[in-house]
């Protein structure tokens, strides 16, 4: 599958390293573009980001890319972690950058847009943003890892959220134990 990987200045640039990591593992091919701070999150976060040599690797700021065209065919866009700033921007339609532009055309398209947001606590303005994107199609899933599985890492705690994004996409993967119910009665 070809997937279009947007990074942007939201803290959490471990689940973008995570989600391309697997993404590669499985085979699947990426098209990667960074917002401008995004590189200074990373940067404060994770040092660098590591591409696979058959991932591209896209500026913001230039329309030249294959996914600003909806004639161009991936499986689904990723915008992760996704700030408040860009969220706004694509439920407004500012399609300004690449990852703005591509994400519009992927809304047009009625293509899978996954959005992982990453602020707390939200202000109204967040929070009607958000609704505005679920009602023209896109799917949230905000940066909140869970803790039912115990993990005991800070990459286990990454790794289930980056599972439920892999599961949106349709990617198989083992990241996490499936949650099983116990006998009837217990809860
Ligand atoms: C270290 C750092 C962490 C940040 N974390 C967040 C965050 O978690 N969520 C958010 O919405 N903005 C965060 N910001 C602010 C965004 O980077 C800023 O709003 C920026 O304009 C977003 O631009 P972009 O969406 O084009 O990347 C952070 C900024 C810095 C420097």
Not at 21 to 31: I, N
Not at 55 to 73: C, E, L, W, Y
Request: aromatic share 6%.
């Amino acid at each position: 599958m070809r997937f279009v990987v947007a990074i942007t200045g939201a803290s959490g640039a471990l689940y973008a390293q995570r989600l391309i990591d697997c993404l590669a593992d499985g085979g699947h091919q990426a098209d990667v573009v960074l917002s401008n701070h995004a590189h200074e999150v990373i940067a404060g976060e994770i040092g660098e980001l590591r591409l696979p040599g058959n991932f591209t690797k896209h500026r913001d700021r230039s329309m030249q890319v294959p996914f600003a065209s909806g004639s161009a065919p991936y499986d689904a866009m990723v915008v992760i972690p996704c700030s408040m700033g860009t969220l706004a921007r694509i439920a407004y339609g500012y399609s300004d950058s690449a990852i703005t532009r591509a994400a519009d055309v992927f809304l047009k398209e009625r293509r899978k847009l996954i959005l992982v947001p990453r602020e707390t606590p939200w202000n109204l303005v967040h929070a009607r943003n958000t609704v505005t994107l679920i009602e023209a199609g896109a799917t949230l899933i905000p940066a909140m890892p869970s803790f039912y599985g115990n993990p005991q890492t800070i990459g286990d705690l990454v790794d289930t959220l980056v599972a439920r994004v892999l599961d949106h996409l349709g990617v198989e993967h083992d990241l996490i134990r499936r949650w099983k119910c116990g006998p009837a009665g217990e809860s």
